[in-house]
């Protein structure tokens, strides 16, 4: 996907959109295969900038889960 092996040392967090047009989901899912421990969260719906409140597509829900679940991310890595 980005022209070569995702760095093992580096950690790797997505998240995405079940639908989202912008993003080819079996290449996101092949990449957090290859990236060995990467996690991978995938929602529902089609919106690409779900966590963007100043955008229609919004959700608060599911940007509230993205906040927690990257801080989670975070922490562990510090």
Same mark, same amino acid.
């Given at each position: 996907? $980005?022209?070569?092996?995702?760095? @093992? ?6 998240? /995405?959109?079940?639908? &989202? &047009?912008? /993003?080819?989901?079996?290449? /996101? ?5 290859? @990236?060995? @421990?990467?996690?991978? $969260?995938?929602?529902?719906?089609? @919106?690409?900038? /779900?966590? &963007? ?19 989670? $991310?975070? &922490?562990?890595?510090?």
């Amino acid at each position: 996907m $980005f022209g070569s092996e995702w760095p @093992a040392q580096t950690a790797l967090q997505l998240h /995405v959109s079940a639908e &989202d &047009d912008w /993003v080819e989901l079996l290449e /996101v899912e092949e990449l957090a295969e290859d @990236a060995g @421990a990467a996690e991978l $969260f995938i929602y529902p719906g089609d @919106a690409h900038l /779900v966590a &963007d409140s100043s955008l229609d597509e919004y959700d608060a829900d599911i940007a509230e889960l993205i906040l927690e679940r990257s801080i989670r $991310f975070l &922490d562990r890595l510090s």
